[in-house]
């Protein structure tokens, strides 16, 4: 019926080793790579983005935050509780009121290499 499409077989296992020594050394630490995939996890929720996107704009308040995206403050607060813990925005207090703001330009950088990549 199906014929099973798999891939030839090696006969024989040649390991590069001056390729795999370089790449080792070039290889972040385990933990860095974790706190990496941690970050990227962070950035896998429309919410945020679009949270993320409205600040490249302007500094904003939950209220702002929340008229723009048409959700409650609630909403909003645990998403900025999340990407404050992941150090992607920042805060100021102004009386009663905090404003939040990106962290730094790295998250900007981090976006616009995403949204080129997916609009190439």
């Known amino acids: 019926m199906g014929e099973q499409n798999t891939a030839p077989a090696c006969e024989f296992m040649h390991v590069h080793q001056e390729i795999v020594e370089k790449v ?59 990407l404050k813990k992941s150090k992607l925005v920042k805060y100021r207090r102004e009386g009663k009121t905090v404003f939040y703001s990106l962290a730094d330009s790295h998250v900007r950088a981090i976006l616009d290499q995403g949204m080129e990549h997916v609009c190439e």
């Open 24 to 82: 080792n050394q070039a290889m972040p630490q385990e933990e860095q790579l974790f706190d990496l995939a941690e970050l990227f996890k962070i950035f896998g929720d429309s919410t945020r983005i679009r949270i993320l996107y409205l600040l490249f704009e302007a500094e904003m308040c939950v209220c702002d935050i929340a008229q723009l995206l048409g959700m409650t403050q609630s909403a909003i607060s645990h998403q900025l509780q999340v």
